[in-house]
């Protein structure tokens, strides 16, 4: 990474505090039980970042990182994927750095939790005993949630909304294979769902591909939501740019379009007002819930995670800790942002608990960046902080109509900083450990 980009993340990321527990007030670290275990459950935004972070500042402290997959393929930019400006490969990352650290990278798949015997069992047959447990697995997609979809159906007609690569390839795919003058159709989420603007970044993205390379096409956009983030400046785009191309659903009071029937052989979508499209291609984007293994955990309630907004220690269960997307962070969004700033407040409390520290106040922050059109990006953000057992919002900013093309370039090259700065900082790419194994050769 860049030195101006390293920059560029820390600035954004509001990570002045970080590297400052970091550097004094948190250093050294007596680590009071030894070669305390922390084991963590997910390898993405939220859970590298803390592998990193802990092994950094503790490297005597037993760090245990258990993931699924050997590469991490990120949801976010991958619309930038979608839309052509940006490969498949270049989403992708390993967990080289993490290890060179220190950190025990397991590829293997969480599938039981005994909270009481303080365990994690996986597929492989392996037990994991934990002082602290860390479990960042991100969303499970609730495919029954939309009548006619399934697992099975979702080969066809692809999310393409979590970490695996083929979905994304898929959408990709098929888009590319269609007929010039097809109709590709977008359903939508309700709310609350893994990054709120992420399906309208993706109609940007799936209309530029259109218009670039098949100009004829259309794509409906099927919403049960009656408003959605960045609103505003979403629908300018569509105006400016793909007038003739979106066509946008959006539920009313009386018009309702929660999708009420799909049939994958005819792919035909109909809804609850009696809309029918018929798709040549369909991205089916359903509800979410926790990653299966926080259900496993016993620290769900409902589809989600309640935490302290404190330090994201669970509310349910004891000596564990529940952060990202499977968390119930309102008012922070679910973004990978906010999973990594989540991620350092649960790594300066590790560090307090276990070296009997002074915690300090809790604060985070989140950005989230779309791209409307080549060079056109926008952007909205909070900082956050506990207040009254909730996480409380304030300098909140976003995106206005009408801005100077300047402004939004800007905004886009700011994300791509931001890119290569969150993913060096989740999987050690950069840094004093990366350096002294190159010096080392
Ligand atoms: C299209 C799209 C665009 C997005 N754009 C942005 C953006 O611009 N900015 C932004 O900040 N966010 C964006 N996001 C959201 C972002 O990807 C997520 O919020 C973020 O990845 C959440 O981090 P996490 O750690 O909770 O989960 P993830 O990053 O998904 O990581 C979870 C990991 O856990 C692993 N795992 C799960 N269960 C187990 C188990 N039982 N055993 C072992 N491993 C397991 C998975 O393999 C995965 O690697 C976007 C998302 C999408 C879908």
């Known amino acids: 990474m860049s030195e101006i980009s390293r920059r560029d993340f820390a600035k954004l990321a509001g990570l002045a505090g970080v590297g400052a527990w970091a550097s004094s007030a948190w250093a050294p ?13 997910g390898g993405g935004a939220g859970g590298a970042t803390v592998a990193h972070y802990l092994k950094k500042e503790a490297p005597e402290l037993d760090v245990t990182l258990i993931e ?23 989403l992708n990352h390993n967990y080289g750095g993490l290890r060179r650290l220190g950190v025990k990278v397991v590829h293997d798949f969480a599938t039981d939790i005994d909270a009481a015997k303080k365990t994690v069992k996986t597929r492989g047959g392996r037990t994991y005993a934990y002082d602290r447990l860390v479990l960042s697995p991100g969303i499970d997609v609730k495919y029954d949630s939309i009548p006619g979809y399934s697992r099975d159906v979702s080969r066809t007609m692809p999310h393409a909304y979590t970490t695996a690569a083929a979905g994304k390839r898929a959408l990709k795919q098929q888009l590319t294979a269609m007929r010039d003058g097809g109709t590709v159709v977008m359903v939508t989420p309700t709310d609350p769902y893994r ?9 940007c993205m799936i209309a530029h591909y259109l218009k670039t390379k098949k100009p004829k096409s259309k794509l409906v ?30 539920t009313t009071e009386i018009d309702d379009y929660a999708v009420t029937s799909l049939d994958p052989k005819t792919k035909e979508i109909v809804t609850k007002a009696g809309k029918k499209v018929k798709a040549d291609v369909a991205n089916i984007i359903p509800q979410q819930r926790a990653g299966e293994i926080a259900v496993k955990a016993g620290c769900t309630e409902g589809d989600w995670c309640p935490i302290n907004p404190d330090n994201f220690a669970s509310k349910k269960v004891q000596n564990v800790y529940v952060l990202g997307d499977a968390s119930i962070a309102a008012p ?5 942002f906010s999973a990594n700033s989540q991620a350092k407040v649960v790594v300066a409390d590790i560090l307090g608990e276990l070296a009997k520290k002074e915690k300090f106040p809790a604060r985070y922050r989140n950005t989230c960046w779309s791209l409307l059109a080549p060079d056109d990006d926008v952007k909205i953000g909070a900082n956050y902080a506990p207040k009254d057992g909730k996480l409380d919002a304030s ?5 206005q109509k009408g801005e100077a093309a300047d402004v939004r370039k800007a905004n886009y090259q700011e994300s791509i900083g931001w890119y290569d700065g969150i993913t060096a900082d989740m999987f050690a790419k950069a840094g004093p450990a990366a350096a002294d194994q190159k010096k080392a050769g």
């Open 221 to 250: 956009i099927l919403d049960p939501k009656k408003a959605f983030s960045k609103q505003p400046v979403f629908t300018e785009a569509f105006d400016k740019y793909y007038k003739n191309i979106i066509e946008l659903n959006l």
């Open 332 to 336: 922070m969004p679910k973004s990978a």
């Open 29 to 41: 670290f007596a680590i009071a039980q030894g070669a305390a275990k922390v084991v963590i459950v």
């Open 195 to 203: 990054c709120p603007p992420g399906p309208y970044e993706r109609a």
């Open 395 to 399: 300098g909140g900013f976003v995106s």
């Open 68 to 90: 699924a997959n050997p590469i991490y393929s990120s949801s976010f930019f991958s619309n930038l994927y979608i839309g052509g400006l940006r490969t498949l490969e270049s």
